[in-house]
């Protein structure tokens, strides 16, 4: 089974940006389905995006077009770049293997302050 570890979160201030990092242990490209999840303090985890093994990526509308999540093959690794960050956006965030089902990591800590 895929593992996943997450970086690159940390604290920001309001309006800023950040790129998260899902480094897979396996080929990340034959991964059927990979998402991007997030958990806000006191409130379950939430999907923000997908990508299949053909490259094609989705999103939920509250993400409001600031988040990309793109994938390099060579390096097994999904990132998820989030633009004007807002208080609401603190959580920890997750990827994960959607098909096949997959086990969560521990997560990348993401804090919106002044």
């Known amino acids: ?68 999540l793109s994938r390099d093959d060579a390096k097994n690794t999904a990132y998820l770049e989030m633009r004007n960050l807002g208080p609401d956006d603190t959580a920890v965030y997750y990827c994960k293997s959607i098909f096949p089902n997959g086990d969560w990591g521990q997560g990348t800590q993401v804090t919106v302050s002044a």
């Open 1 to 68: 089974q895929v593992h996943f570890v997450e970086s690159g979160g940390g604290l920001v201030h309001p309006g800023g940006s950040l790129t998260l990092s899902c480094a897979a242990s396996e080929k990340i490209s034959d991964i059927g389905a990979l998402g991007w999840f997030r958990q806000a303090p006191g409130e379950g985890r939430r999907l923000l995006a997908t990508i299949t093994n053909r490259g094609d990526t989705s999103y939920e509308d509250f993400t409001r077009g600031r988040f990309t």
